[in-house]
């Protein structure tokens, strides 16, 4: 992954802000001061077209991008009130989703004006603060990792849903992660079928000290003559635990282990 450079230092003094979340927009303004008019995207603005899959596999499974319809009238909006500004801060969320809005936003607004991009993990004035003094650019490899994610949802998506609606039912949804999820227990199922049981025996001895008399416990046979021990019949078991009757044991060693368990 490459290293995020630095953006140059903002100039101007009008600038707009956008954040994906209104709720965020009157408390970051109040933070900036004069001069920074914060709006919201309302998540993502561009993106690919729900009527089809929107990815080229014949061209480099390139994505085939559009202003979503519910949206054109936002984006309109936020083109009226960039007119007037110098410069854009984009301070959508710092995950992926949130830097592949930032990039369609910097396209689509960033023409003849200066672009940055702002994240902070807090709405505070000292965290607000610090990353408009500090801001850098759009990292594209979040971008690119966000359209891969994006493509590889439809490729799988749009390719296995409508064979679920004709073998399950309508509205049935396959994803990248669920598909995969179910091909791994049906492969699991398929191995449970064709398991073939076997007999398997075990045997088990009760132990005590003799003098004085201690708390018994239970020891299991590991082994006979050095061989890992596999009992396939009840008298095999009969035979060695008869065996076993007739010897003299000792406890040869003592090893204490601690184990964790993670469900």
Known sequence: MTARKAAPKPKGKKALVIVESPAKCRTIEKILGKGYTVQASMGHIIDLPKSKMGVDPANGFKPQYIVLAAKRKRLGE?????????RLFLACDPDRE???ISWHLANELGKDREVFRVTFQEITPAAVRNAFDHPTEVDMDKVHAQQARRILDRLVGYSLSPLLWKTVAKGLSAGRVQSVALRIIVDQERLIRAFVPRE?????????????PQERFVAALDSVNGVKSEIAARDEAGRIAGGIRQQTFAVTSVRKQEKRRQP
């Open 78 to 86: 936020l083109k009226k009130l960039i007119k007037d500004k110098a």
């Open 98 to 100: 949130g830097e592949a």
């Open 200 to 212: 398997y025996w075990t045997v088990d001895a009760v132990f005590s000290k003799q003098n004085p």
